[in-house]
């Protein structure tokens, strides 16, 4: 594109008057078209890093890809991820074990043997399943900021 250094219109690049102003790009104003040239130029150019921060924005993750410098994984994000699962791990086997062991005691013979509670169990569970998803949101929460971190 071609700016007319008389009224700042926008020509293309094989016209040889403004249509605007019928300023004549052929004549003798060598520095007219200079700076119109100059001008056209610049445009150009930040036409292009503006195509191309556009460009960017829509294949970020091609290019995340190819790019080796930026970390893919978040250790911490994982160590928590980590801890999350054993959480869920652990208070399912806690819950089975406590559950377990739970002593009844009967009325009529004075003895008491263990019994499996149900009661005991679902407390553990819940209460593991509970701590175990904000550990989990929380780990999430860490890698989303370490990627919103690396985009910019």
Known sequence: MKY???CNACNLNDNEKCFKCNYSFTSDNSEDN??????????????TITHQQISD???TIETSSENDEMPHNNAIATVIRVIAVLTYICGFIAGI?????????SSLYGSHSNQFSWVVAFIWWGASFISGTFILGFSEIIKLLNDIKNKK
């Open 4 to 6: 007319c250094p008389k």
């Open 34 to 47: 200079t700076i119109s040239t100059i001008e056209e130029k610049s445009d150009n150019i930040n036409s």
């Open 57 to 59: 924005s829509d294949t």
């Open 97 to 105: 074990v406590f559950a377990a062991n739970q002593p009844s005691y």
